[in-house]
């Protein structure tokens, strides 16, 4: 078929949509559910966490458990199969010292609604959330610059002694780290973006920390050379960056040579206090470039809550503010950038691409008796392009509490979002002319309501 043909073929097709194409909406498609109190096996967790009083039967601690739950970051697993990691565990250092950083697999049933354990080289189906399921991160190599919860006997200002097995493996835990983003290079090593620091952390496939880099201050706002937390455990000059500021989000360009990290939070030293960075690091020499961008925060927007890439210059944000369901006004949106594309202040264009308060979910997926579907979460942390044409989207439940739907233990909700402008993903040829021809009806559709 030669490309004349392939054209008329496409805007053939287009032109079949094109009577309802004023009418597209972005539309629930799958909506799966983990229950809050969803467990795996390990050391006894939450013997520092705090407790929600609307579930007392979810409150800590967890006697020989760890929450299987709290998903900050989203893979692409074998056989469908999604691998979802775990933040730092009850959201703040203090208190979790004794929650593993780990990252799961699950399998979601759309049609039965449900999400199961996977393992996690494999894909298949596993009976619970065991160890084939899953990696624990873990310092065995001794690469990190700073002592850590396996280091000490007891737990920090704890007279509670260390579990055995977080101190025989170097086991990382959450008063250790605060892994917020996860991707996998060509070499199946895995890069973390974390809070604390906050540091980008590189690990083997296994989870075994290889190295550690700290976040240079690209702009030089301040004294600190580099971006400093509070929670940071290298004291290296003045903080200026706010509490859980840190690495929320982190894309893999396309090409699989570049790293682009996005802090949560804005510098506490910029004037402007809408701007968060993102910063270039190159796998091969495994080293921040020097380039940044800008990413620039609604009027409604407080932070972020994940970023991936659709090619080398495109990438999906969430963006986020702390309103939910039963406090505030939830401001939860998708937002498509270019940084190809930048305004003089050095800002990527930015395009909304789903507002999560006002999805058209036609067969009341989630069975709430409503056909338009919200998504009122305050913390929202995982983004994924299934294809073209859709997105998979996740919050982090922040067990146990609760607020998001209802003060209850808020439960991990999967989506399945059917997009009304397909995002520029390459695909076969034949196809992406079709794309190409549905796409331009779709954009002048939309000039045409505004």
């Known amino acids: ?16 949509f ?12 799958g909506w799966a559910m983990m229950p809050a109190a969803t467990f795996s096996d390990g050391p006894t967790s939450g013997q520092f966490a705090f407790t929600n009083s609307a579930s007392p039967a979810n409150n800590p601690p967890y006697v020989n458990m760890q929450p299987a739950q709290g998903f900050s970051g989203v893979l692409a697993g074998p056989n469908g199969s999604y691998q979802m990691l775990v933040d730092n565990g009850f959201g703040a250092k203090a208190n979790s010292a004794d929650a593993l950083l780990r990252m799961y697999a699950v399998q979601v049933n759309w049609g039965a609604h449900t999400v199961s354990a996977a393992g996690f080289g494999t894909g298949a189906a596993q009976p619970g959330f065991d160890a084939a399921s899953r990696i624990t991160l873990n310092d065995a190599n001794r690469k990190l610059p700073f002592a850590i919860v396996a280091d000490g006997a007891n737990y920090p200002g704890s007279s509670i002694a260390v579990d055995s097995r977080i101190a025989s493996g170097r086991l990382l835990t959450g008063a250790d780290l605060d892994p917020e983003s996860v991707r996998r290079d060509r070499n199946s090593n895995l890069w973390f973006g974390e809070e604390f620091g906050p540091f980008l952390v590189k690990t083997d496939a296994s989870g075994t920390v290889q190295n550690v880099f700290r976040t240079p201050n690209v702009l030089g706002l301040g004294s600190n050379p580099f971006v400093q937390s509070p929670s940071s455990p290298l004291v290296n000059g003045a903080v200026n960056l706010p509490g859980s500021g840190g690495f929320e989000g982190m894309a ?27 910063q270039e690091f190159d796998l091969a020499t495994e080293a921040f470039t020097g380039n940044w961008f800008g990413y620039k925060l609604d009027a409604a927007g407080t932070n972020i809550g994940d970023m991936t890439a659709i090619d080398d210059s495109r990438f999906l944000v969430i963006e986020r503010n702390g309103g939910t369901g039963t406090s505030g006004t939830p401001f939860k949106k998708l937002f498509m950038i270019d940084s190809s594309q930048k305004d003089a202040d050095g800002f990527a264009k930015k395009t909304e691409l789903v ?3 006002n999805i058209a979910d036609p067969n009341d997926l989630n069975d709430d008796g409503s056909n338009t579907f919200t998504f009122p979460y305050v913390t929202i942390e995982d983004v994924l392009v299934l294809d073209a044409n859709t997105v998979l989207v996740v919050n982090d439940n922040n067990f146990p509490g609760g607020g998001g739907r209802a003060l209850t233990s808020d439960n991990t909700e999967f989506l399945k ?14 196809y992406a002319l079709m794309l190409a021809g549905l796409g331009l009806i779709g954009l002048s559709a939309r000039r045409r309501i505004r």
Not at 265 to 276: F, G, I, N, V, Y
Not at 420 to 430: C, F, I, M, R, T
């Open 1 to 16: 078929m030669n490309i004349r043909t392939r054209l008329t073929l496409a805007l053939a097709i287009a032109g079949a």
């Open 417 to 430: 979002i059917s997009l009304a402008s397909p995002l520029p993903v390459p695909e076969p040829d034949g």
């Open 252 to 278: 893999q360009n396309a090409s699989g040579t570049r790293l682009h990290t996005l802090l949560e939070r804005p510098l506490t030293t910029d004037s402007d206090q809408k701007r968060l960075l993102v």
């Open 18 to 29: 094109a009577s309802g194409a004023h009418a597209a909406q972005n539309t629930l498609t």
């Open 355 to 357: 507002d999560l308060m």
